[in-house]
């Protein structure tokens, strides 16, 4: 089974500090990793994968994130945070070999200004 | 055309009521999902299509059944539902199979379904 944490309801940040979103998840092999982003009535954007390789992935409007095997997480980062990405963010997992996304609670991320 | 269109984007209806939320794809995908959305909760696979064959229910109620006329649609058909159902639902589409096996879902905007 597969399952996806997101540890914060809730992070506040002031527009141009660094924001980060905790995920950490449960697969029973090797995992693909996923970040998206949801705005107020409207569907999931797509914003960053982890297939393979380098574990430093880089994905849309300056977002990036950091799969750490050992810790099993995979935490959403941005250098310098805007009033426009508040917004509610998911992590989701899969595993390999299994076309299902399992996703988190989500993460609603207030930038204020 | 955006990737994934669902319409309608607002529905209310009763609970004796027959409607249908309907799923179009563009991206040339295999794979179909619908997802419900509701508030505080996390999101809930309902049912995966695979080369239109349904692959996946999630122990959905019967109330809401499913139908994927070709790899491009795919439809929710709603009858005598619940309060409690009212809640976004989402589709989604992806490529699954060897080769383009990466599981990134592509979703539409969403149906908000309100039943009273």
């Known amino acids: 089974a597969q399952s996806v944490a997101q540890p914060e309801d809730q992070v506040n940040v002031a527009e141009g500090n660094p924001l980060t979103v905790k995920c950490t998840y449960s697969v029973s092999g090797n995992p693909y990793l996923f970040w998206y982003v949801q705005y107020p009535n409207r569907g999931l954007q797509f914003l960053l994968k982890y297939i393979t390789g380098d574990n430093l992935v880089k994905g849309s409007y300056g977002f990036e994130a950091e799969f750490n095997k050992s810790q099993t997480s995979f935490h959403l980062k941005k250098p310098s945070a805007l009033v426009s990405d508040s917004a509610l963010y998911f992590c989701a997992v899969r595993e390999r070999g299994d076309y299902k996304l399992s996703f988190g609670a989500g993460t609603t991320v207030t930038v204020r200004a | 055309e955006t990737g994934v269109t669902q319409t309608p984007r607002h529905l209310v209806m009763g609970m004796t009521n027959k409607k249908s939320l309907k799923c179009e794809q563009h991206l040339g995908h295999n794979a179909m999902y619908w997802y419900k959305q509701s508030a505080k909760k996390p999101l809930e696979l309902m049912f995966v299509?695979?080369?239109?064959?349904?692959?996946e229910n999630n122990s959905v109620p019967s109330r809401f059944s499913p139908e994927c006329p070709n790899s491009s649609h795919l439809f929710l058909h709603l009858h005598t539902l619940q309060p409690e159902d009212s809640a976004l639902y989402l589709c989604?589409?992806?490529?699954?199979?060897?080769?383009?096996?990466?599981?990134?879902?592509?979703f539409g905007e969403g149906s908000r379904l309100t039943v009273l």
């Open positions: 989604a589409s992806s490529q699954v199979g060897a080769g383009a096996d990466t599981g990134e879902l592509f």
């Open positions: 299509y695979n080369f239109k064959e349904q692959t």
